[in-house]
């Protein structure tokens, strides 16, 4: 194994639960998302995202963007204009205390740990960028984001396509195999490995099919770099 250089992580199911994801983030933004649009509609990030939604929906008026939306976060699809806007909505939950991320245990100490022996740390995730710094920037033990070196969501590429992978190597500037993708997730792993990096399958829960072509961890502190 090549000495790692740079860590690139998922969020969901690798550094925050399913579970805070779904009953709180995703509540939260359900609940407050048609208001949101009522009230910041004329502002030029929101005009932009609705734009990109109307055109990835089909849907020609506010309305419909918004049902369209919310069928979206029923089933979890990752649509980049949805996750925009759920960044945003999120912002303000995180702003007023209401939001706070809780990491894994073993989360905070290993990304201090590693970042103190000079490895570089990026998210890879389908929140958005916006989303990332909010829910990295307030989170139980604190601020983190001056741990970490950078961001990428699917405006650099779908999770699950080598091509994304390609591109965040080109943009952080490291060799493929000097870089570890953390995830939950085997298709994100198997696009990962495709373009070179080395991966570890996160199995939070235990659970995991086939180990297929990647390490597994059940924590960060397990992991030998
Ligand atoms: C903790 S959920 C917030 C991030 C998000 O919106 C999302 O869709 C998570 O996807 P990931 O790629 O981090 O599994
Ligand atoms: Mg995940």
């Known amino acids: 194994m090549m000495p790692v250089e740079a860590i690139v992580l998922d969020i969901e199911g690798t550094t925050t639960s399913v579970a805070f994801a779904t009953e709180v983030l995703y509540s939260y ?17 929101v005009a932009e995202i ?3 939604a109307r055109e ?15 069928h ?12 925009a806007l759920q960044g945003l909505i999120w912002e303000e939950g995180y702003r007023n205390g209401e939001l706070v991320t809780p990491l894994y245990p073993d989360v905070a100490p290993a990304l201090r740990t590693w970042h103190a022996r000079g ?5 890879y995730s389908s929140g958005s960028v916006h989303a990332q710094r909010q829910i990295y920037g307030h989170t139980a033990a604190g ?17 699950r396509e080598v091509g994304s992978y390609r591109r965040i190597a080109e943009a952080i500037g490291v060799t493929p195999r000097r870089i570890l993708f953390l995830s939950d997730v085997r298709e994100e792993l198997d696009a990962a490995r495709e373009a070179g990096w080395q991966t570890v399958w996160m199995v939070r829960e235990g659970l995991a099919g086939p180990a297929a072509a990647h390490r597994r961890a059940m924590r960060f502190d397990r992991i030998s770099l």
């Open 29 to 45: 933004a359900r609940e407050r998302l048609p208001n949101y649009v009522r009230q910041h509609r004329n502002e030029p990030e």
């Open 50 to 52: 609705m734009d990109e």
């Open 56 to 70: 990835a929906g089909d849907v020609w008026n506010d309305e419909a963007v918004v049902v369209r939306m919310c």
């Open 72 to 83: 979206w976060m029923e089933r979890d699809q990752k649509v980049t204009p949805l996750k």
């Open 119 to 123: 490895l570089r740390l990026y998210i």
């Open 143 to 159: 601020d983190l984001t001056p741990l970490l070196s950078g961001y990428f969501d699917t405006r650099t590429g779908p999770k």
